[in-house]
């Protein structure tokens, strides 16, 4: 078989793309939020239901401009989740923070609520929660907790684009959420990302601090970055969202096939979304329980030997790493969860273009506990 990928990128029209960069060429503006910027900008903030909407050039630093924009005390602790992505952590600690790592909740393995209130101390700044592979994390309790406490919330919605809570967009909810438009993601710019927020005072901070924190030409206001989103990127974004929504039907497909054969084995769990939330079709998480007949490791490496690229997303978890793991505080936090799911997660082959043929494939391969026979 030839290898098949976790996921393949979300590509427009190459005529259309072109069409699209043929402005560039002629207006020989390229960066610096030119047109293309702006117009996917204003496209975006309706798409997600925004009320504000800044682009970047990546969703990392969209993350660390989120938290500097938020001006968070030096040395002070944001409690934030282990299940994540290693830019989650580090943009904490790039902002002079500590990551604090809480616990996740075993059927969304987003943040568990029940166990923040705990390790809030007089030190604690903020909250910054993960819709881990498009599943939300529970905003309602996490804004009653930061008005508790006057903590500052912001969601990192790398894996949630589009995704909605009873009609409301992703975005809309916390101080500041961000979203990546990495080439992986569902919506790509090639590279890129945008923050939402619904305090209007945002909007001149962000945007002075995306480049550079220059307020005018004799000006520098803050200490900026060169977050700044340039005409090619905007263009890709532009041209993929006219398409994106028939990529998730399609992916609503093979999601369809994937849970219908997948539900029914022994030790195959599929998380499934929480009542009125609408799926990004991100991901496609299985966990691979102790009843399966073999392990995720090892049914990982079946499947890499088929040529077929799973992904154990995420594991390690963040603190795991070299640079978090010897921290006392890490040491002797209860995540008992996460060191039991990171074990299990395996994130399976998921596109709107997968061939059926090769769903079929996966499904009988782990059907038959990783055996091709
Ligand atoms: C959960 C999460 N946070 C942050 C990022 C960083 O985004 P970017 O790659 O756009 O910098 C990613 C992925 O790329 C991610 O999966």
């Known amino acids: 078989m030839n290898k098949i990928y976790v996921t393949r990128p979300l590509l427009p029209n190459f005529e259309a793309y072109i069409s699209e960069i043929n402005d560039i060429f002629v207006s020989q503006w390229l960066t610096n939020m030119g047109l293309k910027h702006n117009e996917l900008e204003e496209k975006l903030k309706n798409e997600l239901k925004a009320k504000n909407c800044s682009l970047f050039n990546n969703g990392t630093i969209a993350l660390l401009t989120a938290l500097k924009a938020l001006d968070l005390p030096f040395g002070s602790e944001v409690i934030t989740t282990p299940f994540t992505f290693a ?27 029940k166990k923040i209130e705990q390790l ?16 939300p ?9 930061a008005k ?27 101080d500041i959420t961000m979203f990546s438009f990495h080439a992986t993601k569902l919506f790509n710019t090639i590279e890129g990302g945008c923050l939402t927020y619904n305090d209007e005072s945002l909007k001149r901070k962000i945007y002075n601090l995306r480049n550079f924190g220059i307020q005018s030409e004799e000006v520098v206001e803050d200490v900026g970055i060169n977050g700044k989103m340039n005409e090619f990127q905007a263009a890709m974004g532009l041209e993929n969202l006219k398409i994106y929504k028939e990529e998730q039907q399609k992916r609503a497909k093979v999601k369809a096939f994937y849970d219908e054969n997948l539900s029914k084995i022994k030790g195959i769990k599929i998380p499934q979304m ?37 992904r154990k997303y995420f594991y390690p978890a963040c603190h795991d790493y070299d640079c978090y793991k010897n921290d006392l505080a890490v040491k002797l ?5 996460v060191n039991d799911l990171k074990h299990k997660v395996l994130c399976l082959p998921y596109y709107g273009n997968l061939e059926d043929k090769t769903i079929d494939f996966i499904c009988n391969f782990i059907t038959k506990g990783g055996k091709n026979y």
């Open 333 to 337: 936090a209860d995540l008992s969860i």
């Open 87 to 113: 830019a989650t952590p580090h943009c904490i600690v790039w902002n002079n923070c500590k990551p604090v790592f809480c616990d996740i909740e075993p059927d969304t393995m987003t943040i568990d609520v």
């Open 274 to 310: 929480p009542k009125g939330v609408t799926n990004s079709y991100q991901y496609y998480p299985i966990i691979i329980e102790d009843d399966y007949p073999i392990s995720r490791d090892e049914l990982y490496v079946r499947f890499k030997k088929q040529n077929i690229l799973t």
């Open 148 to 174: 508790k406490y006057k903590l500052k919330v912001i969601y990192d919605a790398a894996h949630a684009f589009s995704t909605e809570i009873n009609g409301r967009g992703i975005g809309t909810f916390g």
């Open 120 to 135: 809030i101390t007089p030190k604690t700044s903020a909250i910054l929660g993960v819709h881990v592979y498009g599943f």
């Open 137 to 145: 994390c529970d905003v309602e309790n996490i804004d009653k907790i």
